[in-house]
């Protein structure tokens, strides 16, 4: 596999770390974002301490189109254009519709829909003038299916996909792939940190019995870059150990 410049929105939770890491393993050089000062440079000590030494970060508001054009910008300036695209920055206000705010609303769908574009657009005319390019939007299970409480949070999702079948359909003939990956329940830090009878009846609810691992999200981000996956476009991948089946 060429050696590529691969960007990820939300790099430091966990499936973001998780496919730092991955695309790092495979040979990428990778860029992330961060969106307020303070957690990065234990972020990157402990990258190094794991002998991940090529990974840079840059602070950007995800929900700004203009931070978002400056800073591809300076990745362009200071290491080179990027030609893969993860957008997995996302955040949750969850409230059943009647209790959320319009604030709520406006937070989830600026940082889950509006980055997807906003990071896209800088983008995606560098990757059609050199013939390659693979964007891979983070979506989730309640995308797919909705879920109590997450009305925003599952409008923000599908619209990930909608926006995924799109645009594949428009860059395709140039070297350009778009994809989607729904993952379920995952053992990060967040999902771990639920009440462990909560964990357990979500757990019960997962054919194969268990939750998913950041990694496994990570390596299927990995294909979804290689040149293998060169035929695979437009595409949403269900990735939630049965528990949503399209």
Not at 30 to 40: A, L, M, N
Not at 111 to 135: A, Q, Y
């Amino acid at each position: 596999m060429t050696k590529k410049i691969a960007l990820v929105t939300g790099g430091m939770g966990g499936i973001g770390t998780a496919i730092c890491k991955a695309l790092a393993e495979a040979g990428h050089v990778v860029v992330t974002t961060y969106s307020k000062p303070g957690r990065e440079t234990a972020w990157h000590a402990d990258m190094k301490g794991l002998g991940f030494n090529d990974i840079h970060s840059f602070q950007c508001d995800v929900t700004d189109f203009a931070a978002c054009q400056e800073v591809i910008a300076r990745i362009a300036k200071d290491i080179g254009q990027v030609s893969i695209l993860v957008n997995n920055a996302g955040i949750t206000r969850d409230a059943s519709f009647r209790k959320q705010s319009k604030d709520d609303w406006d937070a989830v769908i600026r940082t889950n829909l509006d980055s997807v574009f906003n990071m896209t657009k800088p983008v995606l005319d560098g990757m059609l003038e050199h013939g390659f390019g693979r964007i891979i939007n983070i979506s989730s299970i309640n995308g797919q299916k909705g879920q109590f409480g997450q009305t925003n949070y599952s409008a923000a999702k599908a619209g990930m996909h909608g926006f995924t079948m799109a645009l594949a359909q428009e860059v395709a003939k140039k070297g350009v792939t778009v994809n989607t990956i729904s993952p379920g329940y995952i053992a990060t830090e967040m999902v771990m940190a639920v009440p462990e009878d909560v964990r357990n009846k979500i757990v019960a609810q997962i054919p194969v019995g268990r939750l998913g691992k950041p990694e496994e999200i990570a390596a299927l981000v990995t294909f979804l870059c290689s040149d293998n996956a060169g035929f695979l476009t437009g595409s949403n991948i269900a990735m939630n150990g049965g528990q949503h089946m399209m």
